[in-house]
């Protein structure tokens, strides 16, 4: 595959889905591959190549993770060992689940706690002042009995990698994995980025014109509770390198078998969009019979995706400045990739035609801590909206990305719980319905996070 055809598809899929800037890598036979389309910025443009960096949200945890397991391979750390180990102070809004989370839990996401605290700051941005305020955070189900995606697990991972080192998070992390695996251009300080080409978050607005993103990545720049679950900023270079690191041997930083360890399954994930299952932090899922590690990242206005191949060293990067489109840009980029240099297709499953009683059984108000979420039929049409909170909104001081609008979804064949979404922003995503033991529907899973239904639709 020529280093043309992936730049023509670049430049044509950024185009369709009008992202201002975006930035492609692909590591495939050795050697590695970029397209770059577009600009860092409509305001202040400059042209995005390979070293831009972007924001990578939730990508981050594979360093958090990966970080944890060096401390687990020094014998620091213990993954089965209660967390309250390292972080004796931790409370949570359950006393049980506190006693009992370990640090596993937390890297594979079945501490069984909600997505994560909102608002927190109040003057101190701090890892610790996050964890201290996590009694706050709801307690979705006990620990290890099922997953849900959760920011707070992270960094509370992260106040763990503190305790352990007795090092600032970002200075441990920059120790124990970002310098060891030559990842120079890879950073969790703002004033580090600004000195450097830097991709600017766009959001498009109702009338469809973009608009800059503030805060810059998901959180204020002072809030450093975030950074073990979404604060680093890269480039696709150094995201490519970061994948040969994980497709080698450890390079130094941890024994080869801790490093595949993380490969491996932990849990099983139903239905997602984010894999089969998940490993230690990685997303494991099977594309037409090719097993593949992933993750992906979405902050305000700026979506990143890592997805390796283990079995044939491949890995491609794809990163855009844009919200709602750059989540469909970077998955038909991962798509594009896949097919053209390995010969493996990618589909999106067929849903049912609609069916109104189970349109009518699941349609209702759910809820995290940060989000609503609506499930709403006309008696034709089953719709999925989603969107923060307005109470949240409003509070905050900083503009926030706009609300997903009602999209088309469609149950799959099966048991009639799971279904994918078959139009907007969020199309592609797929989740399930959960049940009581009595078997009215109590939650829905999108993006592995678990909604609780607060309000039955008649």
């Known amino acids: 595959m020529s280093q043309e055809q992936l730049s023509d598809f670049v430049e044509m899929t950024a185009k369709e889905f009008g992202i201002p800037g975006v930035a492609v890598g692909v590591l495939a036979g050795g050697q590695e591959f970029f397209a770059s389309h577009g600009v860092t910025s409509l305001h202040n443009p400059l042209p995005v190549d390979d070293r831009t960096l972007f924001p990578l949200a939730s990508v981050t945890k594979t360093f958090t993770a990966t970080a944890l397991m060096r401390l687990v391979a020094e014998g620091k750390v213990e993954l089965d060992a209660p967390v309250r180990r390292y972080v004796p102070e931790l409370m949570l809004a359950d006393a049980d689940a506190a006693a009992e989370i370990t640090v596993l839990n937390l890297l594979n996401h079945t501490a069984g706690l909600d997505w994560n605290l909102i608002d927190t700051e109040n003057g101190d941005g701090s890892l610790a002042a996050f964890v201290a305020k996590m009694a706050e955070l709801p307690v979705i189900a006990p620990p290890g009995t099922r997953a849900s995606y959760s920011q707070a697990g992270y960094n509370l991972a992260g106040r763990v990698i503190e305790k352990v080192t007795g090092l600032p998070f970002e200075k441990a992390v920059a120790s124990l994995v970002l310098e060891p695996a030559g990842l120079s251009n890879t950073f969790f300080d703002l004033d580090e980025v600004m000195i450097r080409r830097f991709a600017v978050g766009h959001n498009r607005g109702e009338d469809g014109t973009m608009r800059l993103a503030r805060p810059w990545t998901s ?44 490969r491996e399954q932990t849990v099983e994930l139903r239905a997602s969009t984010l894999g089969d299952g998940f490993g230690i932090c990685w997303f494991l899922r099977e594309v037409d019979g090719v097993r593949t590690i992933g993750h992906g990242g979405s902050g305000n206005g700026q979506f990143a995706e890592l997805l390796i191949v283990p079995g044939h060293d491949l890995a491609v990067v794809s990163l855009a400045n844009a919200g709602p489109d750059g989540y469909p840009f970077n998955q038909a980029v991962v798509r594009w990739a896949l097919e053209h240099y390995l010969g493996v297709v990618d589909r999106d499953p067929e849903p049912i035609p609609y069916d109104q009683a189970r349109a009518r059984e699941v349609a209702g108000h759910y809820e995290i801590d940060a989000m609503n979420l609506d499930i709403a039929t006309d008696g034709s049409r089953l719709t999925l909206e989603v969107g923060i909170k307005p109470e949240i909104r409003q509070a905050s001081e900083a503009d926030m ?23 907007g922003g969020l199309k592609g995503q797929r989740g399930f319905f959960t049940r009581d033991d009595s078997g009215a529907v109590v939650g829905v899973d999108l993006a592995g996070r678990l909604f609780g239904r607060v309000t039955a639709t008649s």
């Open 219 to 262: 959180f204020p720049a002072d809030s450093h509770g975030n950074n073990p679950g979404g604060g680093i900023a890269s480039s696709v270079s150094d995201l490519l390198r970061w994948a040969r690191f994980h497709l080698g041997s450890g390079d130094g930083v941890l024994p080869a078998e801790m490093l595949h360890r993380m």
């Open 401 to 423: 990305p706009p609300d997903y609008v009602p999209a088309g979804i469609g149950f799959l064949p099966g048991d009639g719980d799971e279904y994918i979404v078959t139009e």
